[in-house]
């Protein structure tokens, strides 16, 4: 069973960076996607950014497109997202998620609903 454990949330001022690791453990296939996503008090889940081991293409929430970057390390198993020029607006508990994907498949699943493992969470609180 894959289990995933988030770390590198914290306090950051406006304008500052964090970088966040997701790491998993339990993967039997070398396909796969990873996801970020983000959840703010009183608001909806929102996807952030996503990843595939089969083609490396990644997706960005417009929202932090130019600012945030996933990346990963496949023989680590571990996908990691820097988040640059932070903003308040950014302040949420930050989650990863995980999915077996196709062979064959291209792009990244973006739907929270495709992906069934998720971690447990990691707050990041970005001051002004």
């Known amino acids: 069973e894959v289990q995933l454990v988030e770390s590198g949330g914290g306090l950051v001022q406006a304008g500052g960076s964090l970088r966040l690791s997701c790491a998993a453990s339990?993967?039997?296939?070398?396909?796969?996607?990873i996801g970020w996503f983000r959840q703010a008090p009183g608001k909806d889940r929102e996807g952030v950014s996503f990843?595939?081991?089969?083609?490396?293409?990644?997706n960005y929430a417009d929202h932090v497109k130019g600012r945030f970057t996933i990346s990963s390390d496949n023989a680590k198993d571990t996908v990691y997202l820097q988040m640059n020029s932070l903003k308040p607006e950014d302040t949420a508990v930050y989650y990863c998620?995980?999915?077996?994907?196709?062979?064959?498949?291209?792009?990244?699943?973006?739907?929270?609903?495709?992906?069934?493992?998720w971690g447990q969470g990691t707050q990041v609180t970005v001051s002004s």
């Open positions: 998620a995980f999915a077996y994907v196709s062979v064959g498949r291209r792009g990244t699943p973006t739907n929270e609903y495709e992906y069934d493992r």
């Open positions: 339990g993967v039997t296939f070398d396909e796969y996607a």
């Open positions: 990843i595939s081991s089969v083609d490396g293409s990644t």
